[in-house]
């Protein structure tokens, strides 16, 4: 293990002003977000829309630190025949990749699922980087359900956060950043403080873990959800309420020697992941540096304006550009909403 080289790499994904574009929808999740624009998800249609991305100069060498690919990306090449990764790096980038398996029901607990892909990690991550990966990302999923039992249930708490533990120590073994992602799910009803006490025991959980796997905290970046109302709660807590109560449970909860938090955004708008991230960063200074690690916050406007049309690529572009700016200066507590509005 490199502890030199790791933690350079850890500084480097959240580096003053950038973050993280989450480009490593599985194949039947950009199918889904391509349904929605009314393109066909094939190989080629997956590659002309991430190459737009990947191509975006400005996005690129100003907000991005680093792109987390999907395992089909990180072997394919542009249209003119430069690898993906090729692009990423040329643009001051970082290519990461998605290595967890996904989701399977998880035995014993109805309703609650567990990550895989430890098997065969250790190969895949030398593979992985000799194509060019300096990071990975690994999610577990945490839901919110009330009921007797509740979920989720400690089973699914402590052996998720096992396996991510197991999945960081391997990385670092490999000299491979691991991206820490416990996401508790904002999908239910349930209200802010349910939230906050969920995504609390998630993440001692999952700091216990790693301690316990000797994972170097230096050399991760953790990928949290923000403490918010579920989508369907009749009341949501507003945007001061969700940026003062995340700030409180990362404070309690993360060790100011992790090298830095990069949020997912989980179903947020556009604008409201990038106001909760101008909010926090303006509560500062904080222990480590806070920033994003979006997909849908990041893509969404990108995507509709794309619509699987090459005449619509230098539009696209424009959209990414703006919305990695704006997540850019929220990292720095710099946003401003005329800004939107100037776009
Ligand atoms: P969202 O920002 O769309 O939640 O995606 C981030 C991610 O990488 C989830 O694993």
Redo the contacts with the bound molecule.
Sequence with gaps: MDKDLLVKTANAMVAKGKGIL?A?ESSGTIKKRFDAIGVASTEDSRRDYREMMFRTQAAMKNNISGV?LYDETIWQKAKDGTPLTKLIADAGSLPGI?VDKGVKPLFGCPGEVITEGLDGLGERLVEYRALGARFA?W?AVIDIVPGSPPVPSHTAVHTNAHALARYAAICQEHDIVPIV?P?VLMDGGHDIDTCLRVTEWVLKTTFQELFYQRVMLEGIVL?PNMVISGKKAPSRAGHQEVAEKTVRVLKECVPPAVAGIA??????SDEE?TIHLDLMNRMGPLPWPVTF???????HMPQKVWAGKAENVAAAQRAFAHRSHMNGLAAQGQWKQDLEKAA
């Design positions: 989450a490593d987390i998605k990302k999610r992602e996401e990928k949020f997912l955004s989980g179903g947020q992941a690690s979006y997909g849908r916050a990041l893509q």
